[in-house]
Every structure is written in C-alpha cells, then in structure tokens.
C-alpha cells in the first residue's frame, strides 16, 4: 500500500507517459485500487478464463480494452469534504442541444407504436469547457462526492481519458453465484412519489434482465422493489439471484445492454439507437471492471464523461416509454449530468 501523495503522482505520471492504467474505488469502501498494465482489444466473446480489467462500449459489435494487470497499487481513501477551488466550466451550444434533445424523444415516442418497442433509452452528449487541471484532482473529487457508487479513471491511448461513478452494478459472479441488479427511473426528492411511468420503465428492466438470464442461469428470484440514492439522485432497483450454468462471456452478453441503458426488446432497441441516434456512445452505457477467472464483477459505465484536453464530453440519457414528457426528460439528463459537474464545482 502507498500514501495518496504517492498515489496521485502514479495517475499523472502514467497519463503523461501514455501507460494504459485504471484506478477505481468499490462503492462505501475505503480503498482506492489502480491496475497498470498493457492495454489490448477485446471482443465481447473473448471474455471467458481472462484475469485483468475490461473497458467496453455499448455496441458489442465493437471491441472494447483490456488491461493484463502488471502492477497493482492500492491506497486508503481521503475523502473531503468542501474543496478549496473551483474548477471553472463553461457549456456550448446549449439551447441547441436542447431543442435536438427534445425532438428527438418526441420522435422517440412517436416510434413506439410503429416499430413494436417497449422503451428506448434516449441519449445525448452535453459539451463543456473546462479549465486545466490534473486528471487525480479529478479523480480524487469524484471518489470524494461519490463514495457509494463504482468511480473510476480510465486511460489508454485508445480511449483517452474517461471518468464515471456509476450506481449500477451490470453483474458479479462469485463462488458459482450470480448477483445482477435491475436499476430505472430517476427523481430528485425521496419524497417525490413515483408515477406509473416510472414503475412500469422499472418493470421492464426486471422483466428482461431476467428473461435474458434464462438461458445461462438457474434459479433465478428478484428481491422487493427498492428507492436507493445515487450522488443527488434517486432510482428504483430490483436485486436478481441466480446460480449460472453458461460461461462468463455468454451471461455478459445475454445482459448487455439492458433495458436499463438500450431499451425493450433488446435487438430492436440496439437497432433503432444505432441508427437514429446522432451521437457515438462510444464506451458511454457499455461495462467495465474486473474478470478473474470464472468470476467477474462489472458496472455499467453511467454518470461518465471522457475528458479531451480542455473538453468535457459528459454522456447522458432517459428511459422513453409512451407516457414520457420530452421537457421532462430534458430535464432528467440535466439532473443526472450534475454527477459529474459537481466535481467542478465548489461544494
């Protein structure tokens, strides 16, 4: 184990010197892991008997990263809470951004009906400047704001840098026991009541996370429907149980994407994003996180942002089912996108 000093340099230096790493923090633990390694593509069935760190997009017919560990470090968390400086940002092209936003959801649900779809998860990519300054400062707010989601800082040279905190958990395989978690809706109070949009969206996500399981798992049972916290936000989630009979690759790709972050039914709904969405996700609502062996534990890369000098690009989206208000999910992704705007922020 290092100190944070040293821990901070390791970041800085390894992106200066273009070394593929990842650092990353289990959500409410209080130890901060980095892996740094050889960084290699990797296709989605290639999975299986792997022991290192993945990084994968959203369409799984694209290869994602994969870093062989060559060297582990772990440091204890410092978590603060008030930060001396602000991280001055700036958007671009908001209003724009807006009205496209908006019209597409609105063509979104209009397309519902005609091609058969349940939900489609309609995302978007909102812009910003921001002010130079260390990608461990970064980091070191984002674990900070978000102890208990999955944060991470992701570089290799064929990604560029990516930050995320992520609150839902794609799959862990333990010991021949799988853990999944369905995760939909979002409101900003507690004590805001769900509507009957909301709770049919989380209805989805459970129903096809488990219908998509069948095939490689037995004795699959979700547990009640619950209101967990996410940084400012709250969300509904279902826990999935199960024991799995099929191998790592084949239960990864029966879950990914999710109605969560594509929509239902899965191939149509993959289908109809590639081609009518005007942004690349790129690794925005694909996983990330480790495989040993025959065991794995991954996260769905939501709540994230790549960062390109001086840009921040900060990925966002919205559940879209017919009862969906396009202003209203505007507002959602605006939300959702303070999750990463509050680490350049004075708090």
């Known amino acids: ?18 070394i593929p790493f990842v650092a990353y923090k289990f959500g409410n633990k209080d130890l901060v892991n980095c892996i740094v390694g050889n960084s290699t593509r ?49 958007h671009t092209n908001f209003q724009n951004k807006k009205i496209e936003y908006i019209s597409y959801v609105s063509q979104v649900i209009k397309n519902l009906k005609k091609y058969k779809l349940r939900k489609i998860v309609a995302s978007t990519c909102l812009e910003y400047n921001i002010q130079d300054v260390s990608k461990s400062e970064i980091f070191m707010r984002l674990i900070s704001l978000n102890p208990s989601a999955f944060s991470y800082l992701f570089f290799s040279e064929e990604s560029g840098v990516w930050i995320g905190a992520s609150p839902e958990q794609l799959v862990e395989i333990t010991k021949n026991k799988l853990t999944a978690h369905a995760l939909a809706a979002t409101k900003i109070s507690y004590h805001q009541k769900w509507s009957s949009k909301e709770l049919n969206e989380q209805q989805i996500v459970l129903n096809g996370m488990i219908n998509n399981l069948a095939k490689y798992c037995n004795e699959i049972s979700s547990s009640k429907l619950q209101t967990v916290s996410a940084a400012n936000l709250f969300h509904l989630r ?8 099929g191998k790592i690759s ?40 480790i495989l040993k062996e ?46 990463i705007l509050r680490i350049f922020s004075s708090c």
């Open 1 to 18: 184990m290092i100190n944070e000093k040293e821990f901070i340099g390791l970041i800085d230096s390894n992106i200066k010197s273009k």
């Open 42 to 90: 990797i296709k989605s069935s290639e999975l299986d008997k792997k022991n290192g760190f993945i990084f994968m997009p959203f369409d799984s017919s694209e290869s994602g990263i994969y870093i062989e560990p060559q060297k582990k470090i772990i440091t204890k968390a410092i978590f603060q809470s008030v930060f001396n400086n602000t991280i001055n940002h700036t």
């Open 238 to 245: 279902n826990s999935i149980s199960a024991r799995p009979i």
């Open 250 to 289: 084949e239960i990864i790709n029966s879950l990914h994407p999710t109605p969560a972050v594509a929509g239902s039914p899965k191939q149509s709904s993959i289908e109809y994003i590639l081609k009518n969405e005007k942004n690349n996700r790129e690794y925005y609502t694909g996983y990330l996180g």
């Open 294 to 339: 025959d065991d794995c534990n991954l996260f769905v890369n939501i709540r994230c942002a790549q960062i390109i000098g001086n840009k921040l690009k900060v990925f966002v989206g919205a559940g879209i089912t017919p009862e969906s208000v396009p202003e209203n999910e505007w507002d959602e992704i605006l939300e959702k996108s303070k999750t």
